[in-house]
Each structure stands twice: as C-alpha cells, then as structure tokens.
C-alpha cells in the first residue's frame, strides 16, 4: 500500500502496479489521484534562458538571480513535502526573502484560526467512526477531494455509524451551484446565492437561537433543527464559503459556538498545504504571507498577489503554477521579473521562467512527509527508481549556492 | 447566392454573473497534460441554465465572448444538466476563468475568483487557446 500525492487527503490505501519502472496502473485512486500518480505527460527540463542547460547549470543561475534580488520572494509549497518546506523557509531566512503559499488564496484563512484553536477540530477518522451530521458548505468534495465522502464521511460504516448513510448519516450541501456533492445531499440542499453565506450564517445563528430568522424562516429552522440533535457534527468548510466571507471570516466562530456538538474541518485541495502552513506557523506564528527580516514579519502585502503587483524583484516558484491559478490581470508583473521554477512538469509559469530545474514526482518518485488536511502526519511513498532531484536537495543545493 | 446579413450585425450582449467550479474531469486532465485539448474541453466552457440560454438566444456548442475589465475570452457554451433556476452561470476554475479575474483585491490578497460579471455575446470565432491566453506574456 501507498500513499497518494493527488489530493490532501493523502489516500493511503492505494496499490501501484509497476513495469519497466512506470506505474502502469493504480487501484483505489479516484480519476485525479490516479493522473498524478501515472505522471505528466510534458516533464520538465533543466533550461537557463529559455534554452535548454544542465542542472548544475541552471542551479547556479538559480542561486545568482536570488542572490541579486533585492526583494526576492519564495512561493508555493503546497505539493512539496515537509522536508522540502523546512528547507524553504531556512532559505527564506537566509535570504531574508517573502515567502508566501497558495492558502494565501486558498484555505490560509481558515487554517490559521485552526492552528489558533478558534474553532474545535477533529481527525478524519474520528469522522469515519463517529459522525451523524455532515454539512459540505461550499465544497463540492466530490471533485475535489473524490474520496472525501466514501472514505471518510458519508458513506463509511464507523464504529458508531454501523449503518452508514443509509440511516446513520445526514449529509448537507449549503452550496450557490447543486454540485456533485449537493446531488448526493439529496433533500437537503440548500441553495444560497452568490456572497450570500453571511446572511445565511446570521439566519442560521438566529434559527439556532430560537428566533424566527429573516431568510427563508421554513428552511433555516428546519436545518437548525437537525444541526441541534447532532451528537458529532462536521462542518467541511470549502472554497466556496472561505471566498464569500473572507472580509468577515470571523463570523464562522460564533456560529461554531452555537454548535457545540460540531467540528469544523478545511477542505484543502493541494496535497501538502496544511503541512507548510504548519510548519511556518510553528517558526513565525503565522501560516502564511512573511517577510524574514530579523524576525518574521506578517502583511498582506507579502501575500502572492499583492507583492507580485508591488515589491518583488525575483520569484522563486516550487510545485505551483501561478501563471494558472492566479488572476490574468496579474500576470504582466511577472515578465518583469525573473522567475525561476521547480516543477516535476512543464506549467504555464516555466514557461516564462529564466530558469527551470526539474524535481522528481513526491509520493512517486521519492517519499517524504505531509500532513493531512485534518493536521495527520502521513508518509508518502516511493514507487519508482528516478534520477530527478526531490525539491529538497535542489533546495539544499541552492542554499550551499548562495 | 444571398447575402448573410447576419455576419454585418453585432450580436446582442447581456451582462452574465459567473461562478467558478472545480471538476473531477478537469482535474484529470490537468495533471496529465495542461496544455492538451482534453483540459481545453473541460475549462474553455461556459455551463448556463437553460432559461438563460433561451433569454439570450444561445445553443449548447455555441461560443461566445465573455469580456470585462480584466480580460476577454472566447469559450463554448453548454447548457447544465442541473436544473438551474438561472441568474449565474458556471465555469471551471482555470486561467481562462482567471482572465476575467481582478487583480485588485483591496489589500487583502484574495482576488474575486468566484465572483465575476462579464459581457456575453455571440461570436462564431474559435474558443481561446491556452497559448493566445499566455502569448503576451513570453520572455
């Protein structure tokens, strides 16, 4: 059995079948998990200036362009494993760079007050074996974390939970789109319209209360009503609800308070991102989003998007693709600057980048930890022989670099 | 041989409230290949509800451009297999959605990923590529 790198529930029960050191064909994976592990068809090259060059080559230009920025940042790390995040942030340090991750837009948000322990938290095994209400709230975890609701949630038969979904299990979508998720909800969909979850959220506080809530009264007390006779509930809190109350995030904690029986759970898509918000969180106190300078400073401008657009003059990206994921409009700043970019797989980002150095696959070609989404240390394993570098040697070695 | 007037008038266009979605489907095809037609088919779509499809005057396979202050693309229209009630349409996460994206953010460093308006209009030119999507931005 291994582990997989798809998704941040880091599967662990999955069997490769290898030949001619390929994985040939996985078995427990969903259709992600199985992509990721069977790898990129577009693998990336060693280049310097956009022509190809050998590694050694490309790790010392690497170390140059760092070493000359005057405000260098440091960004992704979400799909490296802890050893190559520790190495990362001692590299920030030395630099004193800017360091951000893709939670800056993601669950970041979320995942800080868990570690603050603002809001009661479990395991997700302790939601196999013992909840009866699940509410997906702006997370189609269907598609995003494929096996979210038949390894863990739904459909399991938990210690406490023999019976399963069939009669042990209510699961809730409160979602703006009926998702794959909300489809198996069935009877208990709520829909909400866009930016419409804090007026939902002071609904359901009121409902909670025994108020008469302003929207929709029938459903919202209908909905408290079962949210009350939990006995372990989930909260699974996804994207969706973290975009529409992000200037307000601390809603969430009061009504988390007037849910005493429930647990509130990130749905992190990226496989390692709680793993670096842990561990950045453990040298600064802050998940995500510093400056090293003496000490670590924590703003919004060091955030990806904010200091793309304003103060840095060299990014190093590894394991992301902000060229994809983040806004067009932000883009232009990168071609301003250079970019260096470690990737097991040619990205948008490498591109553009002045140089690429390529890295094994983790959890395929080269093991190491990570965390869970519900903060579970996991071992990824390695399947195959490769002669690729892991992010952390290349990290390793830029540092002896510079 | 008549005359296609059609081709000389400027299509209607409306204003469209989008949502961005993530896909299994998607998904897949991303970690295979990102610059494969298979990642093209699943994030250079817009999924609308059928009510607003007739409103506008658009059929499942038509393209149209969406455009607003941040960028334009053109992409397919499917009609959803949900019943929709209307009002918003959906797309993939992806940097064809992200074209449309803000950069502004307030400060805050989260842009608007979920929350777009655009024009929509009817256009007959091809879905926009990922590489016209990057083409400005090579080195």
Same mark, same amino acid.
């Given at each position: ?52 060059? /050998?590694? #050694? ?47 800056? !837009? ?5 995942? #800080? ?5 603002? !809001? ?19 997370? /189609? ?13 739904? !459909? ?39 930016? =419409? ?52 995030? /601390? ?42 300078? =003496? ?108 | ?29 991303? #970690?295979? /290949? ?36 941040? =960028? ?13 009630? =209307? ?16 950069? #502004? ?7 608007? !990923? ?26």
């Amino acid at each position: 059995m291994v582990t997989c790198p798809g998704c941040a529930l880091l599967c662990d029960d999955i069997e490769v079948v290898v030949e001619n050191n390929r994985i040939k064909e996985t078995r427990n994976t969903c259709r992600r998990g199985a992509a990721r592990m069977k790898g990129c068809v577009n693998r990336l090259a060693p280049s310097v200036a956009q022509k190809p060059d /050998d590694i #050694e080559n490309a790790i010392k230009k690497a170390a140059a362009i760092l070493q000359n920025a005057k405000s260098p940042m440091l960004f992704g790390w979400s799909n490296s494993t802890c050893e190559a995040q520790l190495e990362g942030i001692q590299l920030a340090k030395k630099m004193s760079a800017i360091m951000d991750d893709t939670s800056s !837009f993601c669950q970041g948000l979320l995942i #800080e007050r868990i570690l603050q322990k603002k !809001f009661r938290t479990c395991t997700l095994d302790d939601i196999r074996n013992k909840a009866d209400v699940l509410v997906y709230w702006g997370s /189609d975890a269907q598609d995003s974390q494929p096996r979210h609701l038949s390894r863990f949630s739904y !459909f399991p038969r938990g210690e406490l939970r023999q019976r399963g979904y069939e009669e042990d299990r209510i699961a809730i979508a409160i979602d703006v789109r009926e998702s794959n998720t909300a489809k198996i909800c069935k009877g208990h969909f709520y829909r909400i319209p866009p930016k =419409g979850d804090r007026e939902f959220i002071l609904a359901l506080m009121d409902a909670l209360s025994g108020k008469v809530p302003a929207y929709e009264p029938k459903k919202m007390l209908e909905l408290a009503a079962i949210l009350k006779k939990a006995e372990f509930g989930a909260i699974f809190v996804g994207l969706g609800l973290t975009y529409s109350i992000k200037d307000d995030f /601390d809603i969430l904690i009061p009504l988390a308070d007037k849910l005493p029986n429930f647990n509130i759970m990130p749905m992190v898509g990226h496989y390692n991102m709680r793993g670096f918000n842990e561990a950045l969180f453990k040298e600064t106190g802050f998940v995500n989003r510093v400056k090293f300078d =003496g000490k670590a400073i924590h703003d919004s401008r060091y955030s990806i998007v904010e200091a793309l657009r304003k103060s840095i003059d060299a990014l190093l990206v590894v394991g992301s693709d902000p060229l994809s994921s983040l806004p067009r409009s932000v883009i232009p700043h990168l071609a301003n600057i250079p970019v260096i970019c470690i990737d097991p797989c040619v990205t948008l980002t490498s591109k553009i980048a002045a140089v690429t150095i390529p890295c094994a696959v983790s959890g395929v070609e080269t093991g190491g930890s990570t965390v869970r989404m519900d903060g579970k240390r996991v071992e990824l394993s390695k399947c195959i022989e490769s002669n690729y570098l892991n992010d952390k040697e290349i990290l390793a070695r830029l540092m002896e670099a510079l | 041989m008549g005359i296609d007037v059609g081709k000389y008038l400027k299509s209607p266009e409306y204003e469209i409230k989008i949502t961005t979605y993530r896909d299994i489907f998607q998904a897949e095809a991303l #970690e295979c /290949d990102r610059f494969g037609a298979e990642y093209m088919k699943h994030s250079a779509c817009l999924v609308m509800s059928k009510n607003d499809m007739v409103k506008m005057g658009l059929k499942t396979g038509n393209r149209v451009k969406l455009a607003n202050n941040y =960028g334009s693309v053109v992409v397919e229209v499917r009609e959803s297999k949900r019943d929709e009630p =209307g009002g918003i349409a959906f797309m993939v996460n992806s940097p064809w959605s992200n074209a449309l994206v803000s950069d #502004e953010t307030g400060g805050k460093g989260i842009p608007e !990923f979920k929350n777009i308006t655009a024009r929509i209009s009817l256009v007959k030119d091809e879905a926009t590529t990922l590489e016209s999507l990057m083409g400005s931005f090579r080195k």
